[in-house]
């Protein structure tokens, strides 16, 4: 304790160079939330995913969230989820493939930190 009292100018002027040090690379931090970040590029839904880009330009992944008081995983928020997928699959601009939800998705895994979507 008394090394940390007789000390605490230098202590503290460390830790304040040390932070400075740290901080100066901020600038060059990225982050990456995109699906290409979750999908390894050998996949063949990443593959399907950046032809379908290349034909119409950057396409980003619509997410709609669904909450409920009592869970959505009960037989009612269930069904709210199923007739909302059921209207995106039956819309003309998409296929059955390009609708992803709790009631439509056939096997989601992890490996090695990405994320792994394949027929159940």
Do not use: C, H, Q
């Amino acid at each position: 304790m008394n090394f940390i009292i007789r000390f605490r100018i230098l202590i503290i002027s460390l830790f304040i160079v040390f932070t400075l040090l740290l901080s100066l690379n901020l600038g060059f931090l990225e982050k990456n939330a995109g699906i290409e970040a979750m999908i390894p590029e050998e996949n063949p839904d990443y593959l399907y995913f950046k032809e379908t880009e290349k034909l119409f330009g950057y396409m980003d992944p619509i997410i709609i969230g669904v909450t409920a008081e009592d869970g959505i995983l009960t037989n009612d928020g269930i069904d709210v989820i199923k007739r909302i997928s059921d209207f995106f699959v039956k819309r003309s601009e998409l296929s059955n493939d390009n609708v992803l939800s709790l009631t439509t998705v056939k096997n989601i895994t992890g490996e090695d930190g990405f994320l792994i979507i394949e027929p159940l």
